[in-house]
């Protein structure tokens, strides 16, 4: 066993380099995070993680003993964790830092660390080295991460001969500036619109009084999540929503047309020169459904459960919007979020708003440290840790007085921050004490009921976040790196996630968090008519997601379309019941076409398991300690040590099916009379 240790104190001022004669420890080489580096510290740290790198891939292949798990998969294993360390560093300091050139450093970095770890993927030398070793029988961790090493090889192409090799490390390394390009132009193409406060009239007013209102009367609007989404759920103002929703769906357009037109041509010249018909059968080859005729079974499958109650959820928006406006014959792209909680309002007498109230930012979170407790029996700790900015949270979880893991929150909106919500892996753990960590980093309102009020929905992802929080910090700590949480089939990730969401919809959970600003707890009743709305729409949102599902592997299974953007538009409409505006863009934004390529529909599939995991709890009682002393152990702890599908069975005691997904989906249908 490599004895590893972290040792998060270490600066590249203090670390000599020399070759390892054998694999060693390498965690104390990564870190710490730098508070407030500037481009030369991120030039600096970089140099250093590559040239480590370098060393270890040249200790392989001049390595004249025999193959052996300690002097090559080990050897490889420190690269790996080198590799995912470095780019967690980077890749958190492209996200989060406070300028243009800082957060570019990084990009640029992440580039370097992905065409370097390219080129050690078809490296024939260290291929035949690993190829040469032969793997204990009994350690079927070691042998089932042998196996997967070798065909993450071949699927790079580590067969091919020259030209061609040449030609994929010249591919990867253009993809890998790709994807810092179409990030960098999603995160820092933040548009605006100006209104009156009188348009804003059903806006929350704790939103409204937070704004300031410029010289010429009219308050700005940005894209960020944290002014549209009030917007396009209350706002009375037809016109405000359609003039916000346009401007929104043009956000990164036209700047990530080429490169995302560029990414489309050259992953199919990857994947061909791979042995695959198209980019989306390289894609999937490692994955549970691991062909696009498996992904569109899927998809028919979920059609065919999802649009019966996506076609009742639009008879009762339509009915509400004709009594609002009898003129109305159809519902609108940006009527859908205002309609939705005047449904609720109408027909389950829920009031989001009134929900709203007891959701402030603080509160929440230190609610979903204190569930984390409860579940899971650590304890959660402030971390007097140095951060980037004065927004960013640490924490550190003990289990028996011991420290498991440590995590940053960095929740709040910025400028030239991402947009959106993700977790960024920073250090694998190891079983000798280094521990895992990472950062969350989402965009919610700030503070207490004055500044910081969320709505319910965002609640539920700030739990499905913290879910992958607790996956890192639960699911690694192995043997080796390439076993954590990030080796696990990848349409799988997101199922433990979507599973904790269900906590938000529990009484008892939300009353020791949920309170308003006189510190009344949410009402039971309240949190019951929740649960009785909670079904409405779910059909509606299905079949969006079957739509983006589609753009996904369509983009990656047919050739480039001239116009991407009318190509998305009528990919999307196979499954919308609304159609998509017109003036829609909104591929250009739509980063998970870069990040999960033709596998959007892990998100379906995550929620077919996350489904059928929940319902032994719901069985069991969702409180219940031995359950989720289980689903920690069967689920979250053994990371990629094992196949998904067989964590899934040993929680479940048999294969997950599409069973307890489709009860659920029909629990939206109207009650017949």
């Known amino acids: 066993m490599k004895k590893l240790s972290l040792a998060l104190a270490a600066t590249t001022a203090t670390i000599a380099i020399t070759a390892p004669a054998q694999a060693a420890d390498v965690y104390h080489l990564l870190g710490p995070v730098m508070s407030n ?53 980077m890749s958190l300091y492209q996200q989060v830092l406070g300028t243009d050139e800082t957060r570019s450093a ?74 810092t390009v179409i990030a960098r132009n999603i995160a820092e193409d933040v548009r605006t619109i100006e209104v009156s406060p009188e348009e804003l009239a059903g ?56 490169p995302l037109r560029r990414l489309f041509t050259l992953r199919q010249e990857l994947a061909e020169l791979t042995g695959f018909a ?61 309609l939705s909680p005047k449904v609720q309002q109408a027909n389950y007498d829920y009031d989001p708003q009134v929900a709203r109230q007891y959701f402030a930012y603080d509160n929440v979170r230190d609610g979903i440290m204190a569930l984390t407790e409860r579940l899971f029996g650590v304890e959660v700790r402030r971390w007097d840790n140095p951060v980037w900015h004065e927004d960013v949270e640490p924490y550190e979880i003990y289990e028996n007085g011991e420290l498991i893991g440590q995590f940053y929150l960095d929740s709040h909106p910025r400028p030239g921050k991402y947009t959106h919500a993700n977790v960024v892996p920073l250090y694998p753990g190891d079983p000798d004490g280094g521990v895992p960590v990472a950062a969350l980093v989402q965009n919610l309102p700030a503070g207490d009921h004055s500044t910081g009020l969320m709505e319910h929905g965002q609640v539920e992802t700030f739990l499905h976040e913290f879910g992958h929080i607790l996956h890192v910090m639960f699911g690694n700590a192995h043997e080796y790196t390439g076993t954590g949480v990030f080796g696990i089939e990848w349409d799988f990730i997101e199922a433990p996630s979507q599973m904790l969401e269900n ?35 779910q059909g509606m949102s299905e079949m969006s997601q079957l739509g983006l599902t589609n753009v996904s592997l369509n983009f990656y299974t047919q050739p480039v379309p001239d116009d991407l953007g009318a190509a998305t538009r009528e990919w999307r409409n196979e499954y919308a019941l609304i159609p998509v505006s017109e003036t829609s863009q909104m591929q250009d934004a739509f980063s998970h076409l870069d990040g999960y390529g033709a596998a959007y529909y892990t998100y379906g599939w995550s929620r077919v398991i996350s489904t059928d995991l929940f319902s032994r709890f719901i069985a069991e009682g969702i409180t219940n300690p031995e359950t989720a002393s289980d689903y920690r152990e069967m689920i979250l702890a053994p990371g990629g040590t094992r196949p998904a599908a067989d964590l899934v069975h040993d929680f479940l005691g048999r294969d997950v099916t599409l069973d307890a997904f489709r009860d659920e989906l029909e629990r939206g249908l109207p009650d017949e009379e």
Request: aromatic residues 8%; contains cysteine.
């Open 106 to 179: 990084g990009g640029a970095c992440t580039v370097q660390l992905a065409s370097q770890f390219s080129e050690i993927n078809l490296s024939r030398p260290i291929y035949e080295r690993l190829s040469s070793i032969e793997a204990p029988e009994a350690d079927t961790v070691t042998a089932s991460y042998l196996a997967d090493t070798l065909l993450a090889f071949q699927r790079a192409g580590v067969s091919l001969e020259g030209e061609d090799q040449v030609r994929v490390q010249e591919i990867n390394a253009e993809l890998a500036e790709l994807s």
């Open 503 to 537: 906590w938000v919809y529990d009484y008892d959970t939300l009353a020791t968090f949920a309170v308003n600003a006189e510190g009344e707890t949410i009402p039971r009743d309240l949190v019951e008519r929740m649960n009785r709305v909670r079904y409405y729409n």
């Open 203 to 258: 806006v929350p007013q704790d939103f409204i009084d937070s704004r300031e209102v410029g010289e010429n009367g009219m308050i700005t609007l940005t894209t960020a999540y944290t002014d549209y989404q009030p917007v396009m759920i209350y706002a009375e103002s037809d016109d405000l929503r359609r003039r916000f929703s346009e401007v929104y769906g043009l956000r990164a357009y036209p700047m990530n047309e080429e």
């Open 37 to 89: 580096p500037s481009v030369e510290d991120i030039e600096e740290r970089c140099a250093f993680y590559l040239e480590q790198i370098d060393l270890r891939r040249d200790a392989i292949i001049g390595d004249a003993a025999d193959p052996t798990i300690e002097n090559t998969l080990n050897r490889f294993d420190d690269i790996v964790a080198l590799n995912q360390g470095a780019s967690g560093e």
């Open 278 to 338: 198209n980019y989306a059968e390289l894609n999937l080859a490692n994955r549970m459904l691991n062909s696009p005729d498996l992904v569109e079974r899927l998809m028919a499958d979920t059609e065919a459960a999802a649009r019966p109650v996506a076609e009742a959820d639009y008879a009762q928006a339509l009915a509400v919007l004709q009594e609002i406006d009898p003129t109305a014959t159809e519902i609108l792209p940006w009527q859908t979020g205002w």
